[in-house]
């Protein structure tokens, strides 16, 4: 069967600079889960904006070029 872990201890035997810093109340900087979920939206957001900026960008110089 399993055994009962009573250390609180999650770092175990990480090396020190693979541990983040602890400052009063946890972790130092460690994005918040709302700042998770704004970035969940914003970057593919980004990304499908940026994709369309170079299809439009792409099909005016076929345009000028070719035109």
């Known amino acids: 069967m399993g055994y009962v872990v009573s250390d609180l201890n999650l770092d ?13 109340w946890g972790p130092v900087e460690v994005p918040a889960t709302s700042a998770k979920k704004r970035g969940r939206l914003v970057v593919p957001l980004l990304f499908v904006v940026a994709l ?16």
């Open 12 to 24: 175990g035997d990480a090396p020190v600079r693979a541990r983040p810093g602890v400052g009063e």
């Open 52 to 67: 369309v900026v170079l299809v439009t960008v792409g099909f005016f110089w076929y345009k000028a070029l070719h035109g």
